[in-house]
């Protein structure tokens, strides 16, 4: 794959569920246990598909900017995700650095809460708060140009995972932005995001 083009991974055609038919119900306290088998049988549906969604939803980055940088947002995540693999990270690792930014595009401004929110079900609880803080551990490097506080971070210090967090954006997240870096391409971490996110969840 070009370091250019790095949009095209080779997973199979999203699985499609058997189509069930609609309750009869238009509030959820007027269903009934048959019904409510049918719901649950289209969100095993539903969850069984979101490896795929969640190549796709990084893959529709690929034409996205990050800013004025000179890398895009996939090769801004690819370069994350490289970069940790290299680095002898675990899969779950991995993957979280793969998805750390996947929700910027709808949530700029707390797009952290979102890739915490997306893997948070399939990893351990370490991971998960490092993705929802990451945003304002990063700021730690720019705050200070555009008159914020570089060292909001600190509201965190008596996290146990501080310092988790802290090691994960210097490597992983602030100097991930050389166009010149050579990423492994999406298809490479294909089985790792099928791995992780097609674990049973586990709910807090």
Avoid at 74 to 90: D, F, P, Y
Avoid at 107 to 122: C, L, N, Q, T
Avoid at 176 to 181: G, V
């Amino acid at each position: 794959m070009s370091k250019k083009d790095p949009r095209h991974f080779s997973a199979a055609a999203e699985p499609t569920g058997i189509v069930a038919k609609p309750v009869s119900f238009t509030r959820i306290q007027d269903g009934s246990p048959e019904e409510f088998a049918t719901v649950m049988a289209s969100l095993r549906t539903l969850t069984g598909n979101l490896p795929y969604r969640i190549l796709e939803g990084l893959n529709q980055s690929a034409d996205e900017g990050v800013g004025g940088y000179q890398v895009n947002r996939i090769q801004h995540v690819l370069q994350s995700a490289t970069r940790a693999h290299r680095a002898g990270e675990s899969t779950d690792y991995v993957v979280a650095a793969l998805v750390h930014d996947i929700g910027d595009l709808m949530a700029p401004y707390s797009h952290g809460e979102i890739a915490s929110a997306v893997i948070k079900p399939f990893v351990e609880p370490r991971l998960s708060w490092i993705l929802k803080v990451h945003p304002i551990f990063t700021a730690y490097y720019y705050a200070d140009f555009i008159g914020a506080d570089k060292n909001a971070r600190d509201r965190h210090r008596d996290n146990q995972w501080f310092d988790d967090a802290v090691y994960f954006v210097e490597n992983y997240d602030e100097n991930c932005f050389d166009p010149q870096y050579d990423s492994l391409p999406l298809e490479f971490f294909e089985p790792m995001v099928h791995e992780v996110f097609s674990r049973p969840p586990r709910f807090d």
